[in-house]
């Protein structure tokens, strides 16, 4: 069974750092592409980075650009996100995806992880 | 960055009913479109992707249509786990957008 399972979620003040990570397993990881997708608190989806096999290439939203570093351990199964300068507005569930179709890009994801909260607060 | 009206944003329907989701694009984007289901609490699932290809073990009465600028969700016979919020989302040019959700909901 294909699983993806998120941690490092917590509560930080503005300008504060975080560390999320991705736990993958019941697949071939490295022949997957990765993202992290958001979802603010009874909000919609919001993509935030995505990374493609090797780590070789990676995309961010401008939302997030300059703050955040999306990077992936194929050797641990794991996709990882560092979130810098954190604002009230990055107050999110932040969901793990993979790319439907092993060895390429898609831009669309299946399945996702149930997410883990971040929530940036004074 | 390529902008999506999904409408509409709150849908009331009956377990029996056919109901349209719509989502439509501020420019053309072939039929790179996928739609997700999202139950509270849990994990969006996607249900299509290819504007109108069914993911493996979603039932046969979710349908996709459309292409360019105008996309629909089709669900042919409302079931009791169909309530849900859905997304359309675009992944023809960078960053993948989604729509703002359709929030279905028992009559």
């Known amino acids: 069974e294909v699983q993806l399972v998120e941690s490092g979620g917590g509560v930080v003040r503005p300008g504060g750092s975080l560390r999320l990570s991705c736990a993958a397993s019941?697949?071939?990881?490295?022949?997957?592409?990765m993202s992290w997708v958001r979802q603010a608190p009874g909000k919609g989806l919001e993509w935030v980075s995505g990374i493609n096999w090797n780590g070789g290439s990676t995309g961010y939203a401008d939302s997030v650009k300059g703050r955040f570093t999306i990077s992936r351990d194929n050797a641990k199964n794991s996709l990882y996100l560092q979130m810098n300068s954190l604002r009230a507005e990055d107050t999110a569930l932040y969901h793990c995806?993979?790319?439907?179709?092993?060895?390429?890009?898609?831009?669309?994801?299946?399945?996702w992880g149930q997410g883990t909260l971040v929530t940036v607060s004074s | 960055v390529i902008w999506m009206t999904q409408s509409p944003s709150l849908l009331s329907a009956s377990t029996g009913d056919r109901v349209i989701i719509s989502c439509r694009m501020s420019q053309g984007i072939s039929s790179y479109l996928a739609w997700y289901q999202q139950k509270p609490g849990k994990a969006p699932e996607l249900l299509i992707y290819a504007a109108s290809t069914l993911q493996s073990g979603v039932p046969s009465r979710f349908s996709g249509s459309g292409s360019g600028t105008d996309f629909t969700l089709t669900i042919s016979c409302l079931q009791s786990e169909d309530f849900a919020t859905y997304y359309c989302?675009?992944?023809?040019?960078?960053?993948?957008?989604f729509g703002q959700g359709t929030k279905l909901e028992i009559k």
């Open positions: 989302q675009q992944y023809y040019s960078f960053p993948p957008t």
């Open positions: 019941g697949f071939t990881f490295d022949d997957y592409g």
């Open positions: 995806a993979r790319e439907g179709k092993a060895t390429v890009t898609t831009w669309w994801f299946d399945p």
